[in-house]
T-cell receptor, first 109, second 118 residues
């Protein structure tokens, strides 16, 4: 079973920041937080991952709380192409990915 | 780089026939490949993990005799749905790990294959 809880859906205006929350209260000390997204009828795409520290790459930022029980994925300037289902996954470094239900993000003009 | 392809992208078959789906890593060697299944409006469900030259490891509840996985090379894995029935109709997606992405566990996903069994 997935170890994460995410809101089923969110809306965001184009150009604004999209903040997607994820709860993972049972995360273990050496488990990572991964974010993938799936655009309709395509394979998922890796976005970012982290262990303890906040992470940033060209796609997004990942903010992990100090107790590591929750995290937030930030898309700084959402575009229409960011409309997708976003999955937050907790797993060990090289273990399999177990997808939960994800958050369906709708970016509107 | 890090492109994964699947073939075919969609297939329609009659009930009782077998269907083979190919997953290829185009520009890298895959240490491990994974097969997922996704029903409409649902999340991805991991079916099996496949390493080159060894038997696949199936998730609980997945019938290994029905979903045959062959991982003959470091760039090719195949999933054969044997004696397909309408309830096997689904979106089948593969993913692959490269040596470079292994440390980050960054899986590269194929575009998926939509199977419809009549």
């Amino acid at each position: 079973d997935a170890k994460t809880t995410q809101p089923p859906s969110m809306d965001c205006a184009e150009g604004r920041a999209a903040n997607l929350p994820c709860n993972h209260s049972t995360i273990s000390g050496n488990e990572y937080v991964y974010w993938y997204r799936q655009i309709h009828s395509q394979g998922p795409q890796y976005i970012i991952h982290g262990l303890k520290n906040n992470e940033t790459n060209e796609m997004a930022s990942l903010i992990i709380t100090e107790d590591r029980k929750s995290s937030t994925l930030i898309l700084p300037h959402a575009t229409l192409r960011d409309t997708a289902v976003y999955y937050c996954i907790v797993t060990y470094g090289t273990d399999k990915l177990i997808f939960g239900t994800g958050t369906r993000l709708q970016v509107f003009p | 780089g890090a492109v994964v392809s699947q073939h075919p992208s969609w297939v329609i078959c009659k009930s009782g026939t077998s269907v083979k789906i190919e997953c290829r890593s185009l520009d890298f060697q895959a240490t491990t490949m994974f097969w997922y299944r996704q029903f409409p409006k649902q999340s991805l469900m991991l079916m099996a993990t496949s390493n080159e030259g060894s038997k696949a490891t199936y998730e609980q509840g997945v019938e290994k005799d029905k979903f045959l996985i062959n991982h003959a090379s470091l760039t090719l894995s195949t999933l054969t749905v044997t004696s397909a029935h309408p309830e096997d109709s689904s979106f089948y997606i593969c993913s692959a790990l490269s040596w470079a992405s292994l440390a980050n566990n960054e899986q590269f996903f194929g575009p998926g294959t939509r199977l419809t069994v009549l």
